[in-house]
């Protein structure tokens, strides 16, 4: 079975946490990928951030079940890649799309990263970095069958 490597942006892992497909585009997308995730089909590797991106989100949507959640993600035990290289290609994104790090860390561990992609839903950065390569819209994004 091919294994497919990922980078998930907060934007999508929020709708792991919230799977509303009233209220959040692409929920089962979303889904799809965590589903894909837990058998194997997709690796995923994240910025050293993304936890705490995820937990600032979750704690001002759902004061309630911040501590579940949080909990729950953090004994997913995603690997993390940070290095200096990483913040370099962070930091030339982020000036020159005029984004702001946080988001610009995701796609440069894709891009450092071998044969890595950045699932996002965010579309905003979507439109100003996809010239870039290695990110792909949460809906267009295929996990392997």
Known sequence: MPVVRAVVDASVVVKWIFPDPENEADAQAAVALLRAMQSGSVQVVQPSHWLAE????????????????????????????????????????????????????????????????????????????RSVGCIARLGDFRTPA
């Open 54 to 129: 995820v937990a600032a989100v979750v704690s001002r949507l759902a004061p309630e079940a911040v501590h579940e959640e949080v909990g729950l993600l953090s004994a997913m035990e995603i690997p993390v890649l940070e290095t200096l290289e990483v913040y370099k290609h962070a930091c030339k994104l982020a000036i020159q799309f005029k984004h702001h790090l946080f988001d610009t860390l995701y796609h440069a561990v894709a891009l450092c990263a071998f044969d890595t992609t950045l699932v996002t839903a965010d579309e905003r950065y979507y439109r100003k970095a």
